[in-house]
Nanobody, 122 residues
Framework: VQLVESGGGLVQAGGSLTLSCAAS????????MGWYRQAPGKQRELVAT???????NYADSVKGRFTISRNNAKRTVSLQMNSLKPDDTAVYYC?????????????????WGQGTLVTVSS
């Protein structure tokens, strides 16, 4: 499975952006999908995740401002970001838990996209 993100860019504080991520390349089952971000000089951190059944989880810093949504049929996940702040500036990565089934076992692998840069100016 390959993940391709889109939608990053430059926005003023208070503005909005929508990030999209599409999974392609195989029909392996995907469990959780989510968005993570990494700001300069900081570790990568969770932003939001969603299960196949639609349950969601958000970092406290984005609750009430960001919304994650998923389309299982299209194998896509999106992140609607509102009321953006300069502290939201980071490279945003899409992640998918891909299920790989062989005769011997079932394994869950984390696949990552290449990242998309979001810059929020003050």
């Amino acid at each position: 499975v390959q993940l391709v993100e889109s939608g990053g860019g430059l926005v003023q504080a208070g503005g909005s952006l929508t990030l999209s991520c599409a999974a392609s390349g195989s029909s392996n089952k995907i469990n959780d999908m989510g968005w993570y971000r990494q700001a300069p000089g900081k570790q990568r951190e969770l932003v939001a995740t969603t299960t196949g059944g639609g349950s969601t989880n958000y970092a406290d810093s984005v609750k009430g401002r960001f919304t994650i949504s998923r389309n299982n049929a299209k194998r896509t996940v999106s992140l609607q970001m509102n009321s953006l702040k300069p502290d939201d500036t980071a490279v945003y990565y899409c992640k998918a838990q891909v299920v790989v089934v062989t005769i011997e076992r079932e394994t869950v692998l984390d696949e990552w996209g290449q990242g998309t840069l979001v810059t929020v100016s003050s």
